[in-house]
């Protein structure tokens, strides 16, 4: 799992992403959050890291749905682990809100 971390982590900070990389790094990135969930490590902190690169993937590759949808997961992760008043969950409301709001 933590190869699959590392590697998903480097793809995703390069920045530039065509549509068939998006579509190889989402496959890791949903890889290694289903074995997460087998080992037990399916929520909260374990996977609100993988939750961001996923945003971070999508919105690369021009994928607002997707980015949206995986900015949604990460806020209910860092609920999870950090409490909903966190500074970090308030700062993923308020780029949810402005996804609805540039719509």
Do not use: P, W
């Not at 190889?24 to 609100?48: H, R």
């Not at 950090?82 to 308030?90: F, L, Q, W």
């Not at 700062?91 to 809100?97: S, W």
């Amino acid at each position: 799992i933590q190869a699959l971390q590392e590697d998903i982590a480097l793809q995703s900070s390069s920045g530039l992403v065509s549509t068939t990389d998006a579509e190889g790094q989402l496959a890791s990135v949903t890889k290694c959050l289903a074995l997460m969930k087998e080992q037990g490590l399916g929520g909260g902190a374990f996977t609100k890291s993988l939750f961001h690169h996923g945003y971070d993937i999508c919105l690369a590759a021009g994928d607002y749905d997707g980015a949206r949808s995986y900015l949604n997961s990460e806020l209910t992760a860092v609920m999870d682990s950090e409490g909903v008043h966190s500074t970090k969950a308030i700062e993923i409301e308020e780029a949810l809100k402005n996804f609805h709001d540039t719509e």
